[in-house]
Structures are given as C-alpha cells and as structure tokens.
C-alpha cells in the first residue's frame, strides 16, 4: 500500500502516521515511513531520539551535487532529471521497532515544482518509493499536495486527508480534493479526528459533501499528552489500536474493491 496523508497543520497527519506504520510493523509488514513535511516531526511520532533522527535528504548538498551530476555551465545550471536513487531508502533511513523512517526536508526553491538539483533528487525518490520499490509507503505530507508531480501521483493507491472538528481543516481537505483530482490521484478518502461527539462528525461528514469519510479517530487526551510530554504515539494503547485497526481494514477492503472492479 502507498498512502499519502495529507490536511491542515495540526489535524493529526503525523500521529495517524505513525500509528499506520506502526500497525504494520506489528503485522510484521515492511514499512517505510516518509516525512515529507518540511516543518515535519516524524520521528518524535514514531520514538526516534533526537540525536537518531537522521539529516534530511534535500539537505545533503554532496549527495545531491554527486547523484544528479550538477555542474554550473556558465549558460546554465546542468544535472541529471534521473539520478540513482534506489540504494538511498536503505542507506539514509533510520530503522525504530520495523519501521524505516526516511526524512525528505524542504527544498529551498520560493517557487513550486523547483528545477533544481535538491528537487530532482526528490522527485526521483519520491517516484522510487511510490512506483518500485515492494514495501508499504506512508508519506507525512505538509498541508497540500502542491509538491507532488504527476507520475508521483499514479504511484498513490490512497490519498488520506484528515480533518478535525472545524470548518478551517474542511476548507483545506476541499481545496486538496481538487488538487489530487488534478494531479491524478485514483482515491481519496478522508479521516475525522479528534471527534468527542457524533454531532461533530454528522457535521463534518455534510460539509464534506461528495468526500468519503472513510473512519474516525476520537479525541483522546493521551494522545495530546504523549506530545505534550515527548513521547511517541504507542500502537498498544488500545483505544488508538482499535480506532486505527479499523480505519487499516475499511481502507485494505475498499482498495481490494477497487482492484476488482478495475480487473
Ligand atoms: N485523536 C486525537 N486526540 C487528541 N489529540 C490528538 C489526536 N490526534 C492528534 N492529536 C494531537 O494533536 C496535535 C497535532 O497532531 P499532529 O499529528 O502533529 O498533526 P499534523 O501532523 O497534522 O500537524 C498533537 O499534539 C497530537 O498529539
Ligand atoms: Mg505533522
């Protein structure tokens, strides 16, 4: 399964992450655990020490100017649109409890779909990770879908966004609706979080008219507490595991569907 997960800032893309991942990791089920969120914080989500959590790819100049051959013609910039990527996910992530966390970084460009070398380099992966490579992907997305390309895109069995008791976080599921329609993405589903009432998601489920609310997760305060405290989000609570249990099987069970229905 290769998963985007997507949403305002602060709905619970990273904690519904890392307990996806973790899931899996428990099904003994290969994971690779992507952050692509520029301001991400991951690995704090999935229990990787600070002085563990590994340098962000886009940051690795060398690496960068070595794969993507980089030279400065005088003309212009020169450099590979397919560097080797295949042996990065192996070599720059960090193994915790199954679970190899791989941390993109931001690319410094003031502009989308950046023609650099950092966004060549992350754009070769990022396609390595969705179309080749055999393991389940589940990317930390920032708020959009702004920094995904196309071919990425078709890579993406199911897009998640989640969204949270508020008008503000369905304003922005609507608008990356949109987007991922653009772009060419095949489902989208969304995921309500941090519900205490079923007013709340009787609410957001009309205002999100048309988008498939596919599962809940509901407000729990050791969920908040953990961050608050430093510790990572635990897969053994049993609220958490039964509410990302079922959210894991409705998800497996429509994407099986789907598979029928396109054979
Ligand atoms: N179901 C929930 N119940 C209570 N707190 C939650 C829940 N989901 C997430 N949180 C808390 O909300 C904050 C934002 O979550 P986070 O996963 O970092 O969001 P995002 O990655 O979308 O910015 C964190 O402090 C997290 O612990
Ligand atoms: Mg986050």
């Known amino acids: 399964m290769k998963l985007a997960l997507v949403g305002k800032g602060g709905v619970g893309k990273t904690t519904l992450v890392a307990a996806l991942a973790k899931r899996l990791a428990v099904l003994e089920q290969p994971v690779v655990a992507v952050d692509a969120d520029p301001d991400g914080n991951?690995?704090?989500?999935?229990?990787?020490?600070?002085?563990?959590?590994?340098?962000?790819?886009?940051?690795?100049r060398d690496l960068i100017l070595q794969r993507t051959g980089a030279e400065d013609r005088g003309a212009g910039l020169m450099f590979k649109l397919n560097p080797k990527v295949d042996d990065l996910p192996d070599r720059f992530s960090v193994d915790t409890g199954g679970i190899k966390l791989l941390v993109l970084g931001t690319v410094e460009s003031g502009g989308k779909g950046c023609m650099c070398p950092e966004g060549a380099l992350l754009k070769a992966l990022m396609q390595h990770l969705l179309l080749r490579l055999?393991?389940?992907?589940?990317?930390?997305?920032?708020?959009?879908?702004?920094?995904?390309g196309r071919a990425s895109a078709t890579g993406v069995d199911a897009m998640i966004t989640v969204v949270e008791p508020g008008m503000r976080s369905v304003q922005t599921a609507t608008r990356i609706q949109k987007l991922a329609r653009e772009i060419g993405i095949k489902s989208a589903f969304v995921v309500a979080n941090k519900i205490t009432e079923g007013y709340e998601l009787d609410t957001l489920k009309r205002a999100l008219s048309g988008q498939l609310v596919i599962g809940m997760?509901?407000?729990?305060?050791e969920l908040a507490r953990a961050d608050l405290e430093g510790r990572p989000v635990d897969i053994n609570d049993r609220i958490l595991a039964e509410a990302v249990n079922r959210i894991a099987e409705t998800?497996?069970?429509?994407?099986?569907?789907?598979?029928?229905?396109?054979?």
């Open 42 to 60: 991951l690995a704090s989500a999935l229990g990787v020490p600070e002085d563990a959590v590994p340098e962000p790819i886009a940051h690795m």
């Open 134 to 148: 055999d393991d389940h992907v589940i990317l930390d997305m920032e708020a959009g879908l702004e920094h995904m």
């Open 217 to 221: 997760l509901p407000y729990h305060a």
């Open 251 to 263: 998800l497996e069970q429509r994407l099986d569907n789907q598979h029928i229905t396109a054979g």
